[in-house]
Nanobody, 119 residues
Framework: QVQLVESEGGLVQAGGSLRLSCAAS????????MGWFRQSPGKEREVVAT????????LYADSVKGRFTISRDNAKKNVYLQMNSLKPEDTAVYYC????????????WGQGTQVTVSS
């Protein structure tokens, strides 16, 4: 089992910045993918940014490219999401995600944290 604990989100004005963090514990693997999804009311959960832990390859949603940056701390098994130039449409519940790429392939989720961007 893997446990994911996210930092608190918050309320920020448009154009502002916010940093989310997620700490993984439990039975984690280096061959895994870890990142962030978000879900706003009436919409499906969508990927924001994700990173392949083995080599650091990253993937971003087109809507956040150039504004958001995903990073990691290998020793702490933490992943971070630096969000700059926030827009009202970034308002959502953000979820940390961990997916091992070996063994039993399944998604683990954090509890979710609310990010609200005011205009």
């Amino acid at each position: 089992q893997v446990q994911l604990v996210e930092s608190e989100g918050g309320l920020v004005q448009a154009g502002g910045s916010l940093r989310l963090s997620c700490a993984a514990s439990g039975r984690t693997f280096s061959n895994a993918r870890m990142g962030w999804f978000r879900q706003s009311p009436g919409k499906e959960r969508e990927v924001v940014a994700t990173m392949w832990w083995s080599d650091g390859t990253t993937l971003y949603a087109d809507s956040v490219k150039g504004r958001f940056t995903i990073s990691r701390d290998n020793a702490k098994k933490n992943v971070y999401l630096q969000m700059n130039s926030l827009k009202p449409e970034d308002t959502a519940v953000y979820y940390c995600n961990y997916r091992p790429l070996v063994g039993v392939i399944r998604d683990y989720w954090g509890q979710g944290t609310q990010v609200t961007v005011s205009s």
